[in-house]
């Protein structure tokens, strides 16, 4: 590939990126919730919402963050009442994390939000065209998910929310990799 295209198809990709991530910026949180809470903070509800059980570790851990960032989420989060911790009896180093009904019912506003904003957004984008993003989309994620290492940094990990369609179990399976 010559250096033009691979630098124009950068540029492209950051400004897709930045796209994506205003869907879920802090002008929609500040919109739609009566509790100040950032992005951040937002990503870790959803997060515990999706899981069954989940600790510190896991939340930094799912979401890429450090322990410490995780931990002062979670504080702010229960200061605004809207998760509550729990200590393991057995290892009180372990805490457990879990959304309270407050914090259910922020995040069920913010989720429709998002998928509004995305579906206006590809309202503006003719049919082929859409046809063609969600291929280009799928066969690069198929291109970049051929190692182990690369498939757990960036899985998601939906938890309750997981779909059967989802690219990263869909290509585990159609490569037959063991070493997933």
């Known amino acids: ?7 124009t198809i950068d540029r492209d990709i950051g400004l897709f990126i930045a796209v994506i991530g205003e869907l879920l910026a802090q002008d929609l949180l500040d919109e739609i919730c009566d509790e100040q809470i950032t992005v951040g ?3 870790c509800l959803c997060f515990i919402l999706a899981q069954e059980t989940v600790t510190i570790g896991d939340i930094s851990r799912g979401l890429g963050i450090s322990y410490p960032a995780a931990t002062k989420n979670i504080t702010r989060l229960a200061e605004k009442g809207l998760v509550s911790r729990t200590a393991n009896h057995t290892d009180r180093r372990n805490v457990f994390v879990e959304i309270t009904a407050k914090g259910k019912e922020l995040t069920a506003k913010i989720k429709p939000e998002k998928l509004r904003r995305l579906g206006s957004l590809l309202d503006k984008v003719d049919a082929n065209d859409l046809r063609d993003l969600c291929k280009g989309i799928e066969a690069l994620l198929s291109a970049a998910l051929t190692d182990r290492k690369l498939v757990q940094n960036i899985c998601l990990h939906c938890g309750r929310e997981h779909v059967e369609h989802c690219i990263i179990s869909s290509i585990k399976c159609s490569k037959r990799v063991s070493s997933y």
């Open 41 to 43: 903070q937002a990503k």
């Open 1 to 7: 590939m010559d250096q033009e295209t691979l630098q």
